[in-house]
């Protein structure tokens, strides 16, 4: 392990959390063993962790250099609070279910499943990180808009085992910046200069059920709560008076418990060869996507495990994963139709045109800036989700600090690279036409 974490922050950190899995999968080469060892260390390291004010990365100061108390406060009663949750039956029935299908026992399995899903209460919530997101998707050659659909029904057969679909299944798959895309689509992100990107976004995100296997918990922490802390909003009084929510209330154990059913998904394919067939690691990840599609759910949102985040990575305290984002959204086949995409999940989008590098024009940041500022001081919302949201710190500020880093360990920001310059275009095409609604 690089680091000990300190803080719950360290914890939930996605790079750590592949670190731990990756360690428990060198260990043992039984995918079900690794399991189980991730799962003890997972609890160790929770048990151990400190106040985020003793965190040397985490930890935030006033400009007077004194603790931030209500930021502190706010991390720490939410560590209390997951402490204390029901994590570690997910990890005793989620091995369960891997066994039973390893061995042949594939109805068993999805029970488990759905019992501990249902057990939870997963099968509830909607993910309130669909509203006002802009998605993104790529694809190599010059395009227009219908081809970046999802790969059409008459070509299943080009369609491989994926980590939440079963070969043969067309999914539409959107992700959350154009580095991940790029990654996603097997393409050097340094070279996409023949590749078209466009943006997807939801028309009416409530329409919509998403599961969230994304690390929703450590991106209100880190984004929103740092975000609002370091305006020097009164978090403590607002939880008190009944404002937002209070630290550690069920949304936050709800993302929590996500959180760790998407750790026993994200377990890397260790090795891959031409002659490999079968995935232990994309067991648990397809039987809960069989369960989701059962659930009603319209899709899965969960964190890519493919991006080099050697490579690219968050320089600064700041650090935000959402740049690994993706969404995989079913697709319905109606055996009795003409058609070669599901049109009607293809409705729901608002879908742009694709551009490629050659048509970036520059960005104008101030005006995005002054949109932020408009919208967060008019806070006429209850969530500190939604008010980050629609002041755009899911846009702009979850890149602010990505790097890039060459073999001499040179950094460039993420906005200067080719992956950066086109997603900062499309976002402010897309700021120009959306937020001037609100
Ligand atoms: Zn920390």
């Known amino acids: 392990m690089k680091h000990q974490p300190h803080c719950l922050l360290c914890f939930l950190d996605d790079d750590f959390q592949a670190d731990l899995r990756l360690a428990a999968q060198n260990l043992s080469p039984r995918h ?26 985490h930890q935030l100061k006033d400009a007077s250099d004194k603790d931030n108390e209500h930021f502190t406060w706010w991390i720490d009663e939410v560590l209390k609070a997951v402490r204390s949750s029901h994590y570690q039956q997910v990890f005793a029935e989620m091995r369960k279910a891997y066994i039973a299908s390893i061995t042949g026992r594939f109805g068993e ?10 057990d939870l209460g997963i099968d509830q919530p909607r993910s ?19 081809d970046l659909y999802h790969i059409p029904f008459t070509k299943r057969h080009c369609i491989s085992n994926q980590r939440y679909s079963v070969t043969g299944q067309p999914l539409l798959y959107l992700g959350l910046s154009i580095l991940d895309v790029a990654f996603e689509l097997g393409a050097d992100p340094q070279a ?84 490999d067939a079968f995935a232990p690691e994309y067991v648990l990840p397809q039987t809960l996507a069989h369960w989701a599609r059962q ?4 899709g899965i949102l969960y964190t890519s495990t493919r991006v080099d985040t050697r490579k690219w990575r968050v320089q600064k305290g700041l650090k935000l994963n959402r740049y690994l984002e993706n969404i995989a959204f079913f697709t319905d086949y109606d055996p009795s139709s003409d058609a070669d995409h599901d049109l009607k999940l293809l409705q729901q989008f608002e879908i742009s045109p694709p551009i490629q590098i050659s048509d970036i024009k520059n960005v104008a940041d101030e005006v995005m800036d ?38 001499y360990g040179n950094e460039t920001p993420y906005a200067e690279t080719k992956p950066g310059r086109l997603q900062r275009y499309l976002q ?10 609100y």
């Open 295 to 298: 659930a009603k759910f319209d």
């Open 370 to 407: 002054a949109h932020r500022i408009e919208v967060a001081k008019d806070g006429k919302s209850n969530s500190l989700t939604h008010i980050g949201q629609r002041a755009g710190y899911d846009l702009d500020a979850a890149f602010g600090d990505l790097v890039h880093v060459d073999e």
């Open 192 to 275: 996409i200069d023949d590749y078209s990107f466009n943006t997807y976004f939801l028309k009416d995100a409530n329409a919509v059920r998403v599961l969230d296997l994304g690390n929703s918990l450590f991106q209100i922490l880190r984004n929103n709560v740092v975000g609002l802390a370091r305006e020097g909003m009164d978090l403590k009084g607002m939880a008190t008076k009944g404002t937002v929510d209070p630290p550690g209330a069920k949304n936050d154990v709800d993302a929590f418990i996500r959180f760790t059913i998407a750790a026993t998904c994200s377990f890397r394919r260790r090795s891959v060869t031409t002659l």
């Open 428 to 437: 402010f095409l897309f700021l120009m036409s959306r937020l001037v609604e």
């Open 109 to 118: 399995s999805f029970s488990v499943v759905e019992k501990l899903m249902l």
């Open 32 to 57: 079900e063993r690794a399991l189980e060892v991730y799962a003890l260390r997972f609890e160790a390291t929770l048990d151990k962790l400190e106040s985020v004010s003793k965190c040397p990365i």
């Open 128 to 146: 309130d990180r669909l509203d006002k997101v802009l998605y993104f998707r790529g694809r190599k050659g010059r395009f227009g808009r219908e």
